[in-house]
């Protein structure tokens, strides 16, 4: 089992950067893909960006490529969402998960069983 805790959020104006972070407890973290999603209100929990079990491999939303990266830390459990270049459309809340690697799905919401509580990120124009 795998809880996790995201951090960071908050508000900043278009343009500017954020870093959410997520913190993970539990054994084995280090066998678990993980990845970002955001959600508004009325709409579907939408995939942004996932890494592999090593980092060594990372997916990234369209609509967030070149301006938004994932990393991690194994050692510390710790996974990292780098934002730049925010706009207002990003304004949503974003939700860190998890699950066992098996090498696929991981811009899939089906595949991952660990979620964490979410954190607001507001972009203003």
């Known amino acids: 089992q795998v809880q996790l805790v995201e951090s960071g959020g908050g508000l900043v104006q278009a343009g500017g950067s954020l870093r959410l972070s997520c913190a993970a407890s539990?054994?084995?973290?280090?066998?678990?893909?993980v990845g970002w999603f955001r959600q508004v209100p009325g709409k579907e929990r939408e995939f942004v960006a996932a890494a592999s079990w090593s980092g060594g491999s990372t997916y990234y939303a369209d609509s967030v490529k070149g301006r938004f990266t994932i990393s991690r830390d194994n050692a510390k459990k710790l996974v990292y969402l780098h934002m730049n270049s925010l706009k207002p459309e990003d304004t949503a809340v974003y939700y860190c998960?998890?699950?066992?690697?098996?090498?696929?799905?991981?811009?899939?919401?089906?595949?991952?069983?660990?979620w964490g509580q979410g954190t607001q990120v507001t972009v203003s124009s």
């Open positions: 998960a998890a699950h066992i690697d098996y090498g696929l799905g991981y811009d899939q919401r089906s595949p991952y069983d660990h």
């Open positions: 539990g054994r084995s973290f280090s066998s678990y893909a």
